[in-house]
């Protein structure tokens, strides 16, 4: 209820209590009753000896919804949250600094990145840096990737910018060129290789690292197509050395680079060698004597990356190779033993196919 002490402020709806005729006529016109109140401690005790009229309006104010659940035959509402009052929220995914009554605010999500700002009018911002992004950060050799850039606010939002506007250059890596409109073509490489890739705006300058990813095993420089995997090559012999070719045997152990790189081994040390050796097998029950027709292939090293197939024929100038059958095999740490249990006859050869994947 809300007390009106205005003699002249009358309106439809007010209630007067009072005996005065002087004001009949006034108070009348509304349709209102009247009640003259004298000055008194006693707010329950009225006279019509006071000339002061009171006017007693009753206002509806506006009720605020409660976080209540509600309910009726078709529905059920369940109880709703209370908001931050104006204060900020926050949760693993969002920031939300709102005002009371969620009229205006700012809130941000971190994935993907965006900010929305409800109830602004207009914001004056300072640019304060240029970001770089693009759809990934690696890059197939010989591929291409579309890059592209934001202006970075002052209050940590990003505004886009056409990449077309932007001014696109190579700092370092294997990245061949950027187009005006930010595409960016890769290069070839031994191996997967960092790049970095920057652009400006503005008065900024923004920068990207990329990953250029060796797709094509065989294809850099002067090694491409030789049989020999590039990264291997470039590891032992650095980029474009003729030493690296597929038939040198820099290390003059026998096998050339190209066997080197199927076994596994280091074509600079020359004690990295495939060996292998052909025994016969040693009677358990009689000791100094030999099983009768069968004989062990021994080789090393043998690396669990690697697919090793032992095959044999009986003459060594003519004939096919034949994979060996009937045999047993044995692991000791890099050193394999392939036991032929039908080694019977007066001679028979061994050889050894070594694949990688």
Known sequence: MKLLLDTHALADGFTVVGNDAAFDAAFDAYGVTRIWC?????????????????????????????????TSANYHAPTESADAGGRRATSTSYTSDGSLGGITGIATVAAPAGTAKSGYLGQLTDVTG????????????????????????????????????????????????????????????????AATVQGAFGGFTGTLNLTVLDTIPDNFGSYAGDGIGDDWQVQYFGANNPNAGPSVDFSHTGQTNLFKYIAGLNPLDVNSRFVTTIVPVPDPAHPGQFLPGQQSVIFSPRFSDRIYTVKFRTDLTTGTWQPLTGTTQGDNGTIRTVTDTGAAGTQKFYRIEITKP
Do not use: H, Y
């Open 38 to 70: 004298r000055e008194s401690g006693d707010a329950t005790t009225f006279s019509p000896a006071m000339k002061t009229p009171i006017l007693l309006a009753a206002m509806l104010a506006p009720t605020l919804s409660c976080a209540g659940p509600r």
């Open 130 to 193: 240029l970001v770089l992004n693009a759809s990934a950060l690696t890059v197939n050799e010989t591929g291409t990737l579309q890059l592209a850039a934001w202006q970075l606010l002052d209050d940590t939002s990003l505004l886009a910018v056409g990449a077309n506007a932007v001014t696109w250059g190579v700092v370092a890596g294997p990245v061949t060129g950027i187009s005006g409109t930010g595409l960016a073509t890769a290069g070839t490489v031994p191996q997967n290789t």
